[in-house]
C-alpha cells in the first residue's frame, strides 16, 4: 500500500480552525485534496445547531466511517486469523470498533482539541466524551473514505488500530468486561448480574458509580463519567475479584 503524504494547504493558514485541522491531517499521515470534508468530519452538531441557518454536522460521514470501519477489521481479521469460526471473529471486531477503543485512538491523534463543538457542549467538557471522541474519528475516517477511497481509509484504520486487533485476537474476551462476568455468572450457575448505578457531581463532570451484584451481593464496583464505563470498570473488578478468591 502507498503511504499517506501530509500538508498544509496554503489558503487556509491563519484561520485558527483550519489550522488546527491541518496539524490533525498531518497527524493521520494524510493530504486531503479536498480539505472541507475534514472540517465537516470535525462539526458536531452541538455547533452545527448555533450556525446562523443551521449547518451539516459529521453525523452522515461518521454513518459511512462507521460501516467503512467494520467493513476493514472485518476483512482484516477474516484474512488474518483463517481459523477463528465466526463467533471469535465477531468477539475480535466488537472488541475494536467500540467507543471506548476509537476514543482513545481520538485521544491520541488530538481530535478533541480541534472539534468544533457548541458553547453548551464546551462547557460540559465535550472534548474529552467517549462517544463524541469515537463518533469523530469515524467521521474522519468516512471523510477520508470520500477523498481517496478504500485504500487510504485502510491505511489509516490499521494503523491506529492493529495492535488492538491483535491483542483482542490473543484474548477476544478481555476487552468486554461485562460480556465475560454475564457468561461465567451463568455458567456458575449465580444468574445475570445486576448493576447499581449512581451518578453524582455537576453535569459538565458527572461522576458514575457502578455496583455489579451476582445473587444479591456486591462483587464489584467501578466509577467512570459514562454509565457503560462504569459498568464495564465494575464487571472488570468482579472478574478480577472472582478469579482471585
Given at each position: 500500500?502507498?503511504?499517506?503524504?501530509?500538508?498544509?494547504?496554503?489558503?487556509r493558514r491563519g484561520d485558527p480552525a483550519a489550522v488546527g485541522a491541518a496539524a490533525l491531517a498531518e497527524r493521520?499521515?494524510?493530504?486531503?485534496s479536498d480539505p472541507s470534508l475534514l472540517d465537516h468530519a470535525l462539526a458536531h452538531r452541538s455547533w452545527c445547531?448555533?450556525?446562523?441557518?443551521?449547518?451539516?454536522?459529521?453525523?452522515?460521514?461518521?454513518?459511512?466511517?462507521?460501516?467503512?470501519?467494520?467493513?476493514?477489521?472485518?476483512?482484516?481479521?477474516?484474512?488474518?486469523?483463517?481459523?477463528?469460526?465466526?463467533?471469535?471473529?465477531?468477539?475480535?471486531?466488537?472488541?475494536?470498533?467500540?467507543?471506548?477503543?476509537?476514543?482513545?485512538?481520538?485521544?491520541?491523534?488530538?481530535?478533541?482539541?480541534?472539534l468544533l463543538l457548541g458553547r453548551g457542549e464546551e462547557a460540559t467538557g465535550g472534548r474529552s466524551k467517549a462517544?463524541?471522541?469515537?463518533?469523530?474519528?469515524?467521521?474522519?475516517?468516512?471523510?477520508?473514505?470520500?477523498?481517496?477511497?478504500?485504500?487510504?481509509?485502510?491505511?489509516?484504520?490499521?494503523?491506529?488500530?492493529?495492535?488492538?486487533?491483535?491483542?483482542?485476537?490473543?484474548?477476544?474476551?478481555?476487552?468486554?468486561?461485562?460480556?465475560?462476568?454475564?457468561?461465567?455468572?451463568?455458567?456458575?450457575?449465580?444468574?445475570?448480574?445486576?448493576?447499581?448505578?449512581?451518578?453524582?457531581?455537576?453535569?459538565?463532570?458527572?461522576?458514575?458509580?457502578?455496583?455489579?451484584?451476582?445473587?444479591?451481593?456486591?462483587?464489584?464496583?467501578?466509577?467512570?463519567?459514562?454509565?457503560?464505563?462504569?459498568?464495564?470498570?465494575?464487571?472488570?473488578?468482579?472478574?478480577?475479584?472472582?478469579?482471585?478468591?
Amino acid at each position: 500500500m502507498t503511504p499517506l503524504t501530509t500538508s498544509t494547504p496554503s489558503s487556509r493558514r491563519g484561520d485558527p480552525a483550519a489550522v488546527g485541522a491541518a496539524a490533525l491531517a498531518e497527524r493521520l499521515g494524510y493530504t486531503f485534496s479536498d480539505p472541507s470534508l475534514l472540517d465537516h468530519a470535525l462539526a458536531h452538531r452541538s455547533w452545527c445547531g448555533e450556525r446562523e441557518g443551521g449547518a451539516p454536522s459529521n453525523e452522515r460521514l461518521e454513518f459511512l466511517g462507521d460501516a467503512v470501519l467494520g467493513l476493514i477489521v472485518a476483512r482484516y481479521t477474516f484474512e488474518r486469523y483463517p481459523n477463528f469460526p465466526e463467533g471469535k471473529l465477531a468477539k475480535v471486531r466488537s472488541a475494536v470498533v467500540n467507543a471506548r477503543v476509537l476514543a482513545q485512538v481520538a485521544e491520541r491523534l488530538g481530535v478533541g482539541d480541534v472539534l468544533l463543538l457548541g458553547r453548551g457542549e464546551e462547557a460540559t467538557g465535550g472534548r474529552s466524551k467517549a462517544s463524541i471522541l469515537a463518533d469523530a474519528f469515524e467521521a474522519i475516517l468516512g471523510a477520508v473514505y470520500l477523498d481517496a477511497g478504500w485504500e487510504a481509509a485502510e491505511i489509516l484504520v490499521l494503523r491506529e488500530l492493529r495492535d488492538a486487533i491483535a491483542g483482542a485476537a490473543r484474548e477476544p474476551d478481555d476487552f468486554d468486561h461485562k460480556s465475560r462476568l454475564q457468561e461465567k455468572a451463568v455458567r456458575d450457575g449465580d444468574g445475570t448480574p445486576r448493576y447499581v448505578i449512581v451518578g453524582s457531581g455537576p453535569d459538565h463532570h458527572r461522576l458514575y458509580v457502578a455496583e455489579v451484584l451476582l445473587a444479591g451481593n456486591v462483587c464489584g464496583t467501578g466509577e467512570g463519567h459514562s454509565k457503560k464505563e462504569a459498568e464495564q470498570e465494575a464487571a472488570r473488578n468482579a472478574w478480577e475479584g472472582l478469579h482471585g478468591a
